[in-house]
């Protein structure tokens, strides 16, 4: 069974950084691209980073490049985004999600879906 | 950047059928995928590359998509698929390519 598990949430002063971590299982990660996406309070989602298997391929949202780093380690079947200079509005709950997987060239430039998700770890960046 | 909009609600009667439409410039040239969520819970795919259906997603949920517009129909709406559903595409000519529509609360009277 596929699972994520996500950790790291917590309250943050604005201006400081924080640390997700995104737990594995269930499937060989080091074969999958993965995201993070992130639902303020009332809010829609919004993508926020996605990172190809071997890290060859690194995206952001231009509401968190230079501020946010996403990473992983295929060795601990884990996912991070390292959160910087963060703030107000940063205020959301950040899910990991799984691409679904893509054989052909075609279905990375078309974007596969993101076919599993984590509960998701709240983040709250209030003085 | 690439912009996807969806209406903000939708209402049908149970029985039913609900459209729930995404619109962006040629989106009929991407992909698009589909997410219901429910209160509290996290997303679920129901309609990936337009009209394919995970494993477990009734066959109710239909999509379709050409020129500027996508749909996500279901079928014989029932009260449990009351809930937020979002489009999205990959923009893969943008440096930020991850795009999600606004979402649509769809309301079962």
């Known amino acids: 069974e596929v699972q994520l598990v996500e950790s790291g949430g917590g309250l943050v002063k604005p201006g400081g950084s924080l640390r997700l971590s995104c737990a594995a299982s269930g499937f060989t990660f080091s074969s999958y691209s993965m995201n993070w996406v992130r639902q303020a309070p009332g809010k829609g989602l919004e993508w926020v980073s996605s990172i190809s298997s071997s890290s060859s391929y690194i995206y952001y949202a231009d509401s968190v490049k230079g501020r946010f780093t996403i990473s992983r380690d295929n060795a601990k079947n884990s996912l991070y985004l390292q959160m910087n200079s963060l703030r107000a509005e940063d205020t959301a709950v950040y899910y990991c999600?799984?691409?679904?997987?893509?054989?052909?060239?075609?279905?990375?430039?078309?974007?596969?879906?993101?076919?599993?998700w984590g509960q998701g770890t709240l983040v709250t960046v209030s003085s | 950047s690439y912009v996807l909009t969806q209406p903000p609600s939708v209402s049908v009667a149970p029985g039913q059928t609900a459209r729930i439409t995404c619109g962006g410039n040629?989106?009929?040239?991407?992909?698009v995928h589909w997410y219901q969520q429910k209160p509290g819970q996290a997303p679920v795919l129901v309609v990936y590359?337009?009209?394919d259906r995970p494993s477990g997603i009734p066959e109710r949920f239909s999509g379709s998509n050409s020129g500027n517009t996508a749909t996500l129909t279901i079928s014989r709406v029932e009260a449990g698929d009351e809930a937020d559903y979002y489009c999205q595409v990959w923009d893969s000519s943008s440096d930020h390519p991850g795009v999600f529509g606004g979402g649509t609360k769809l309301t079962v009277l």
């Open positions: 999600a799984r691409d679904r997987y893509c054989s052909s060239t075609s279905c990375f430039v078309k974007g596969p879906p993101f076919d599993y």
């Open positions: 040629n989106i009929g040239s991407k992909s």
């Open positions: 590359d337009d009209s």
